[in-house]
């Protein structure tokens, strides 16, 4: 290449024919960028009204099917308001499948011991199964199923986002379904149950799959939080979300697509999809909050174009070469003079810059005083300043690349802690909440039938609500403690002097088993009556209950063990279950706020922190044993401090 270059620049008539080329190619390629420029624009607004249509087709059909969907569904409540009976309900459940090819299954679930005959649930389900239809009485507890419990509390009908029906009743579906669900009501306009109709996700996909405006296109639905409802890729299908492409740049580059789809707008946008560009249209479906989008590639789109493009190019090059052949032979003919002056000028001229080493050399300092000099000297300080330049250029990525990567581990620590705090909110309420239902209900039970329950079982009745308030009191504690420990503010502690075995007793004494038929309560010491404490007797009787709380929810069988022993001048007690062991991947996190084994677990997260926070401030520890392996063991550890 260095010596075409220079073969270049050492004949004036090459160079001169390729400036005329140049011009000439510049007002070719100027001129002809306006005429593609405007080409393009008009064979994307042709692909724009094309995808458009096509789009405005499909959400049509999807509308027409939901719109029927939504007919045969209040068709049907039409039907079951007249005939209330478990008989009538099951055959107008099948009907509505042999009716309805296309509706996979159906459901009519009414509230609450409507039939006192069939038990607490009635739901008559029919389900397509291949050429047949089964039709049977669930009897699980649905009232918290999504398809009833948002339809039953908000009083309106509603389309569900695609599921797997995994649910406890007799039939299941392994496929993903999507569901419309509406209140179903008496003559006498009161709620009573409720109406699902389920379809099939295959049948949609198939259906918004066989959109194609162009040979190569695509097509996607989003739900309203981004998962794919339909995909060229069906492992995708729900599973996934469109912000959830493992590439950084491509996901960062789709991030904006998705938001404005799931903002129920529509438009157009441009992207790179699998390693092609391509024209993405798209708009929602409001009656859902869905969105359909088409994925276009340019090779279709611009397919006309492309082949205009490359047939107007390869004349155009022709063209030009001819023309620098022309150029190259009347301007060769005309520079001879100036040729044979130039080999005189040469002899003169002393150095070269090197053209034959391989490496690249600094530019050095010339002395002279004429233009030639003068560009020498000012390309070699140039050279110099683009050196520094480019040393600070480095300098400045690499503390940018370290700043980004800190604002990254903060936004991520940033996102755990919001999930968490999440997480923590949702099982906060769960675990408030059931222990005021139960109090309420029994409260109910109470003030309606008083006088007709015996006292036996008035008694038992109590001793429930007094243990769930005690819950509550348990969990305002923990939540009051940990704001006070957030705003660095210290516990009041109350230092008292107590025998150890003393206090182990009084707790074993007040800790209720969840089922002492199956667990054992145990309590051993090493220690004398007269071994004494000095500590804060509330604080200290606070993290025991806890520990054998804590013990009590995960132990269904075996033992639990409180023992107290010295060593040295600290007390121990040991609480020591047979229930689960605790993985060892999450005993690093087990003192960690907010943290649970799993998301099934009782509890709210904070009895261990807090028991260990308080541990600590005695002077003393809570730890976890984790060579024992026959279950869990806690360890509290306190000093004696005897004054």
């Not at 005429?35 to 094309?50: C, G, I, N, P, T």
């Not at 049509?60 to 009538?88: C, F, R, W, Y």
């Not at 029994?442 to 009745?461: G, M, R, S, Y």
């Not at 033992?559 to 600290?570: E, H, N, P």
Request: proline content about 4%; aromatic content about 8%.
């Amino acid at each position: 290449m260095k010596r075409v270059i220079r073969y270049i620049r050492q004949h004036l008539y090459l160079r001169l024919g390729l400036e005329i080329l140049l011009i000439l190619a510049s007002v070719f390629a100027v001129s002809l960028s306006i005429l593609f420029y405007y080409s393009k624009k008009q064979a994307q607004e042709a692909a724009v009204k094309k995808a458009t249509e096509t789009l405005d087709e499909t959400v049509g059909n999807i509308t027409s099917i939901m719109d029927h969907i939504e007919k045969i569904t209040a068709d049907m409540e039409i039907l079951v308001q007249n005939h209330l009976q478990p008989d009538s309900l099951l055959a107008y459940s099948r009907r509505m499948l042999e009716k309805n090819p296309d509706v996979l299954g159906f459901t009519i679930a009414l509230e609450p011991d409507y039939f006192p005959e069939y038990g607490r649930c009635f739901s008559a389900y029919s389900l397509r199964q291949g050429d047949s239809i089964a039709t049977v009485v669930e009897k699980y507890d649905y009232f918290n199923q999504i398809w009833y419990k948002k339809a039953w509390i908000e009083k309106r009908h509603f389309w569900l986002e695609p599921y797997i029906d995994d649910t406890p009743g007799i039939l299941t579906s392994n496929e993903y379904n999507y569901s419309y669900s509406k209140p179903l009501y008496n003559k006498n306009n009161e709620p009573i149950g409720i109406l699902c109709t389920d379809l099939l996700l295959k049948w949609l996909s198939e259906m918004v799959s066989d959109v194609k405006p162009y040979p190569n296109s695509s097509a996607i639905m989003l739900s309203h939080d981004g998962h794919y409802i339909v995909h060229p890729d069906t492992a995708k299908l729900v599973r996934e979300t469109i912000f959830s492409d493992p590439d950084p740049k491509a996901r960062q580059e789709i991030i904006p697509l998705g938001q404005s789809m799931l903002a129920g707008q529509s438009g157009m946008w441009e992207l790179v999809v699998d390693g092609k560009p391509a024209h993405i249209f798209y708009r929602p479906l409001k009656r859902t909050g869905w969105s359909i989008a088409i994925v276009c590639p340019d090779s279709d789109v611009f397919s006309t174009y492309n082949e205009m493009l490359y047939s107007i190019w390869t004349i155009i090059v022709i063209a030009l070469l001819i023309l620098l052949q022309l150029c190259y032979l009347i301007i060769r003919r005309a520079i001879i003079p100036i040729n044979q002056l130039a080999k005189s000028s040469r002899q003169i001229v002393e150095g070269n810059f090197g053209e034959n080493q391989q490496e690249e050399i600094m530019i050095e300092h010339s002395s002279r005083l004429d233009i030639i000099g003068q560009l020498q000297n000012s390309f070699g300080k140039m050279q110099e300043a683009l050196q520094s330049h480019v040393h600070q250029l480095r300098q400045i990525t690499l503390e940018t690349e370290q700043k980004n990567q800190e604002l990254q581990q903060a936004n991520q620590l940033v996102r755990e802690a919001n999930q968490r705090k999440t997480v923590f909110m949702q099982n906060m309420a769960h675990q408030v909440r059931t222990p005021l239902n139960i109090i309420n209900g029994f409260t109910q039970v109470i003030a309606v039938n008083f006088k007709d329950i015996p006292e036996e079982e008035l008694n038992d009745i109590t001793r429930r609500m007094k243990d769930n308030a005690a819950t509550i009191k348990r969990i305002a504690t923990m939540m009051a403690a940990a704001a006070a420990s957030d705003a660095g503010q210290m516990p009041d502690f109350h230092m008292t002097t107590f025998s150890c075995n003393a206090i182990c007793r009084e707790i074993i004494a007040n800790t209720h088993l969840n089922d002492p038929s199956k667990v054992q309560l145990l309590f051993q010491t090493l220690l004398p009556d007269t071994q004494m404490i000095h500590t804060d007797y509330k604080s200290l009787q606070l993290i025991l209950e806890e520990l054998l709380n804590n013990a009590n929810r995960f132990t269904d069988q075996g033992s639990i063990t409180l023992a107290v022993s010295k060593q040295g001048d600290t007390i121990l007690f040991d609480v020591t279950d047979t229930g689960p062991v605790i993985p060892p991947e999450l005993q690093k996190d087990i003192f960690m706020r907010f943290t649970k084994l799993d998301d099934f677990s009782e509890g709210i997260g904070l009895g261990l922190p807090l028991s260990q926070c308080t541990a600590r401030l005695l002077g003393g520890d809570v730890t976890l044993d984790a060579t024992y392996e026959e279950g869990a063991r806690f360890i509290l550890t306190l000093p004696v401090t005897i004054e």
